[in-house]
T-cell receptor, first 116, second 112 residues
């Protein structure tokens, strides 16, 4: 149990569907992240939120839309996805948002997304 | 551009032996390096952090070294056990950017 909970664990969606991934952290952290993990590729940082404010968006297509209503919850809204978007989507949190000081990143178990 | 290299081939070792995993990097001067463990279908779990001014860090059966001249970190698991089988990721941060950059990971298999 890492203190970061993601739902659903598995999601299959059609290219025209709209779905959302949900993340909740119970660690009292101020920063939350969405990462994408595809086979044989490094973890790709998608979005960073600090105290509910988006501080980084790494050129992610607009079909991925994040939402952070408070410092404990993070959503990733999905619509009009492509089959190549199938991957493991990991939510994470850390005490502060920057990588300056050696923040430990706490990851959730991930949501396996399959786009058909 | 920054590049992190970890052995893409799985490392198979016998139980009780020491496993050594390598993380090499180029075009980067990180302030620290982290190692994570990832089991199949699960998120990575933090193991150790070593800073640029530290040569070695230990935690139980784990040892990490950091050579900023060679631009390399070695991750050792002594007295390895089948339960150590997993993918191990290295991640670099703090070197002028505000991101933690991950390698692709090396899969370790410890056999009886």
């Amino acid at each position: 149990e890492t203190g970061v909970t993601q739902t659903p664990r598995h999601l299959v969606m059609g290219m025209t569907n709209k779905k959302s991934l949900k993340c909740e952290q119970h660690l009292g952290h101020n920063a939350m992240y969405w990462y994408k993990q595809s086979a044989k590729k490094p973890l790709e940082l998608m979005f960073v939120y600090s105290l509910e404010e988006r501080v980084e968006n790494n050129s992610v297509p607009s079909r991925f839309s994040p939402e952070c209503p408070n410092s404990s919850h993070l959503f990733l809204h999905l619509h009009t996805l492509q089959p190549e978007d199938s991957a493991l989507y990991l939510c994470a949190s850390s005490q502060t948002p920057g990588a300056w000081s050696g923040n430990t990143i706490y990851f959730g178990e991930g949501s396996w997304l399959t786009v058909v | 551009s920054q590049k992190i290299e970890q052995n893409s081939e799985a490392l198979n070792i016998q139980e009780g032996k020491t496993a050594t995993l390598t993380c090499n990097y180029t075009n980067y001067s990180p302030a620290y390096l982290q190692w994570y463990r990832q089991d199949p279908g699960r998120g990575p779990v933090f193991l150790l952090l070593i800073r640029e001014n530290e040569k070695e860090k230990r935690k139980e059966r784990l040892k990490v070294t950091f050579d900023t001249t060679l631009k390399q970190s070695l991750f050792h698991i002594t007295a390895s056990q089948p339960a150590d089988s997993a993918t191990y990721l290295c991640a670099l941060g703090g070197g002028g950017g505000n991101k933690l950059t991950f390698g692709t990971g090396t899969q370790l298999k410890v056999e009886l």
